[in-house]
């Protein structure tokens, strides 16, 4: 049986472990962590993800998407600037990061064993296989160790590494459920309401800021306090807020694949989170490495194609991820009303092909 190390269990990597499970092959999961699970709030699931999670036998995602509600971009007096359906996009499945890992660990079978509180130190190869710290052999290793990836950094130390976006993020909870979803945009911050299936609201919130400055719920109140209905209900009923510097991966990405050695999820393009497609890239990197492991025999050139077929895919998204970034925290009176003029006559143009659609 071929064996894989895959380190990291966030959710690229568990669900790594899940697809090459399916494949046949013996999988050893090495977590930092003292305990197996995920932290931080709601995490949107596309359509691409979905559809390899449920290859993957994963259970839950089609009754999560039954709520997600409708949703737009809005100014802070709560003035609808543009609907994500005139846009005529997709709306994804809107779940909690910690139940979602929890589906997808729920998948572990006999083939999975999953080591917590290890740190890999060190990581070698040669032409039979991968060696961890010196002790763990495999055929495969699956490196999924995050951001600041140890194993990125080790196969390529000239590479710069993470640099900072220029604007933190917060993140919550609130135990009420909103009518509608969507963001809002204001000079130099932004707020965001998703519905989740267990009746609560994840929000979530950016502002420009110095790196390392931090933030708190009562920060979050008093930059978003006096913004439209239903904003100051959501966090008041809010019992704490996550506070995150924003951070990705800078351009040319380096490849996903040294030897017998693939980079998964933000260890390979760590991405803003303003389209929402961090988690589901990995996802999607999962199911694609699978599949060429599967259809090619030769492991070193099945990963030469993965990279291949995902490296371009997450560059676009790495770029257009930041670009919408930078537009959304714009601060200059007069190119945010540029901005929203686009918008609103992009809309325009949207609802307009859509009513010539259903005449037709």
């Not at 669900?15 to 305990?35: F, H, I, K, M, S």
């Not at 989740?196 to 390392?212: E, H, K």
């Not at 050139?301 to 291949?308: E, F, I, K, M, R």
Request: charged share 15%.
């Amino acid at each position: 049986m071929s064996t894989a190390i895959v380190v990291g269990a966030g959710i690229g990597g568990v669900t790594a472990a899940v697809a090459l499970q399916r494949c046949g092959w013996e999988v050893t999961v090495l977590e930092r962590a003292a305990a197996l699970g995920e932290v931080g709030a709601g995490i949107s699931v596309w359509p691409g993800a979905a559809a390899v999670l449920n290859d993957l036998g994963v259970k839950g995602i089609d009754q999560a998407a039954a709520l997600s509600g409708p949703t737009g971009l809005r100014k802070p007096s709560g003035r609808w600037v543009v609907a994500a359906t005139d846009l005529g996009i997709d709306l994804p499945v809107m779940i909690h990061r910690a139940q979602l890992h929890d589906l997808i660990t729920a998948e572990f079978g006999p083939a999975v064993t999953v080591r917590t509180g290890y740190t890999v130190e060190t990581v070698t190869q040669d032409d039979s296989g991968v060696l961890v710290n010196g002790s763990l052999r495999a055929d495969l290793l699956v490196a999924a160790d995050g951001l600041r990836s140890v194993i990125r950094t080790a196969l390529y130390p000239q590479y710069a590494g993470p640099q900072y976006s220029g604007y933190t993020a917060y993140r919550g909870l609130a135990d009420v459920q909103a009518d509608d979803g969507g963001e809002t945009w204001g000079p130099a911050q932004r707020f965001g309401i998703a519905q989740l299936i267990d009746g609560r609201t994840y929000w979530y919130a950016t502002a420009n800021q110095p790196a390392g400055q931090g933030g708190d719920l009562a920060a979050v109140i008093r930059r978003y306090g006096n913004w439209h209905d239903p904003i100051p209900a959501l966090l008041a009923s809010t019992g704490t807020a996550l506070q995150n510097d924003i951070y990705d991966l800078p351009l040319p990405l380096v490849p996903f694949a040294a030897g017998r050695i693939a980079l998964l999820g933000d260890a390979a393009h760590a991405m803003t989170p303003n389209m929402g497609r961090g988690a589901c890239t990995a996802i999607e990197d999962a199911g694609a490495l699978a599949k060429h492991l599967t259809a090619t025999p030769d492991l070193v050139t099945a990963l030469t194609q993965y990279d291949a077929e995902r490296r371009p895919a997450a560059t676009q998204l790495v770029k257009r991820s930041r670009q919408i970034g930078r537009m959304g925290q714009l601060e200059n009176p007069l190119a945010i009303g540029v901005r929203d003029a686009l918008m609103w006559v992009g809309g325009g143009v949207a609802r307009g092909a859509a009513a010539l659609r259903r005449k037709r």
